[in-house]
């Protein structure tokens, strides 16, 4: 496991069909970096928030994981993003105190990778089968939107998805009768 950081034209293009994903570009410009999730083998970048008071207080929920009981931050599930190589690049560390809560929040996330990734597949099979909570559904991205637009992306930008995709397309048409917030006229009209 390593930390990324996430191509902002991928973000925009994404966040102007899915308002839920987050910005990091503009007047809120600030390192996008997280992790890269490996679902269906379908990659997804989820992405680090910096320690706050509140994470302290806050318990683990089905779409946002705290990193050290929340003394470095917390993983949005919430906000996974499905990324394929080209996409993403490794952090390359500087030395200063930034620098220092990245690399202790890849220590705890690599000592607890695999149980991040059963968090993250649990909140991906919730979601995209319509059991999860209305209000964690209401806080995450359109995943199997949000995969299309991939898939799109990429070949209108001519970047090879390496199969990742295509080769997931009987799993994304399972997921199409299952999803719960996606038409076929809002993803191809």
Not at 109 to 126: N, P
Not at 155 to 179: A, I, P
């Amino acid at each position: 496991m390593e930390l990324y950081y996430i191509d902002s034209n991928y973000c925009r293009y994404l966040r102007s069909y899915d308002a839920l994903v987050p910005y990091n570009e503009g007047d809120k410009k600030r390192p996008f970096i997280g992790v890269v999730i490996y679902i269906q083998m379908i990659a997804f970048f989820a992405p680090l928030t910096s320690p706050k008071r509140k994470h302290r207080k806050m318990s683990n929920q089905m779409d946002f994981f705290k990193i050290d009981d929340g003394r470095l931050g917390a993983l949005n599930l919430n906000n996974m993003i499905p990324v394929q190589e080209g996409l993403y690049q490794r952090v390359h560390y500087e030395a200063d105190e930034y620098t220092a809560l990245l690399q202790r929040q890849l220590h705890w996330c690599r000592l607890h990778q695999k149980e991040i990734q059963e968090h993250a597949l649990w909140l991906f099979d919730a979601v995209t089968s319509g059991q999860a909570p209305a209000k964690v559904m209401e806080r995450c991205c359109n995943f199997y939107q949000d995969l299309l637009r991939l898939q799109l992306y990429c070949d209108q930008n001519e970047l090879l998805t390496h199969g990742l995709v295509m080769d997931s397309e009987e799993e994304l048409f399972k997921l199409n009768y299952l999803f719960y917030r996606c038409s076929p006229v809002m993803i191809y009209g």
